[in-house]
């Protein structure tokens, strides 16, 4: 057990009275004046924009090798299975746009109705369509595999740089209002 210190704070003063540090380097904290920024203002767009930019690298990168061994074919098949997932996931983002603006709480049974559908529909797409002949089915899954991370990580990313409001303050009253 470690013996306790005493106080260096004014006899009365509680741990809040104390806004600014007793060192003597630099300014003391609490005096500068913060910029205010508000939300993000269009977080699904903004995401849209900062994962579409990670997925299209996923694609470049994935054509390299894929164009150095399987020439134009192996580029296409990775370019398809990375634009494939990129669509697949753009859908989602979209509908967030839409239903987050005009009905928030309704969001999130939509990301699942359209997640549903999106499933049932591209998987009735790639059944019937089917592989063509020329498609390289390696350079396609490594195309979408991927598109499927660097777009995860640039959505995460564009998550923790959101400036989200929690909360809902009010607005700062002039001093002339009464």
């Known amino acids: 057990m470690q013996p306790k210190l005493p106080s260096t704070q004014p006899q009365g003063a509680d741990d809040w009275d104390l806004v600014t540090s007793n060192a003597d380097s630099g ?10 920024s508000g939300p ?7 995401l849209l924009a900062l994962s579409s930019a990670g997925g299209a690298g996923a694609v470049i990168l994935a054509g390299i090798p894929a164009g150095i061994l399987n020439g134009p074919s192996g580029v296409l098949s990775s370019t398809l299975g990375g634009i494939l997932v990129m669509l697949f996931f753009a859908i989602s983002l979209l509908v967030g746009h839409f239903m987050g603006r005009n009905n928030p ?3 999130i049974g939509m990301f699942v109705a359209t997640y ?10 790639l059944f019937v369509i089917g592989a063509p002949a020329w498609l390289h089915a390696q350079w396609f899954l490594i195309g979408a595999v991927a598109t499927v991370v660097f777009w995860q990580a640039a959505e995460i990313y564009g998550f923790s740089t959101a400036r989200l409001q929690i909360y809902n303050d009010p607005e700062p009253k002039e001093p002339n209002d009464v």
Not at 40 to 46: A, N, Q, V
Request: without cysteine; aromatic residues 10%.
């Open 105 to 107: 709480s309704g969001a």
């Open 116 to 125: 549903f559908v999106k499933v049932v529909g591209f998987a009735v797409v």
């Open 40 to 46: 993000t203002r269009s977080l699904w767009l903004r």
């Open 27 to 36: 300014h003391p904290s609490g005096n500068g004046s913060a910029g205010v």
